[in-house]
């Protein structure tokens, strides 16, 4: 299965809901690498790398978290990061 790289920017209710953590736990269970980060604006940057299908499972699990409230997201695609080897929450 090709590993693939997306960034994404998610708006709604996502600071002070758990949102990186659960990302994190989420992503280390599903053997994605990346990092998420808090935005100034109140969104919220992530970097996932990984299958389609285990990205598209770690995009679901917050979707259906009771207290993230995702109303829109951006989604890019980038070039792999072949050295990377977990997955980091930023600004700790």
């Given amino acids: 299965m090709d590993k693939i790289r997306k960034r ?10 758990g949102f990186r953590w659960r990302a994190r736990h989420a992503a280390d269970s599903l053997h994605l690498t990346g990092w998420v980060s808090n935005l100034d604006d109140g969104s919220v940057m992530m970097e996932l790398q990984g ?10 699990s917050l979707r259906n978290d009771r207290y993230i409230d995702i109303t829109s997201m951006e989604v890019k695609k980038l070039p792999t990061e072949e050295d990377e080897r977990s997955f980091r929450v930023r600004g700790y």
């Fill in 51 to 60: 299958t389609e299908a285990e990205i598209d499972r770690l995009i679901i």
């Fill in 8 to 17: 994404f920017i998610f708006y709604g209710r996502v600071q002070g809901v």
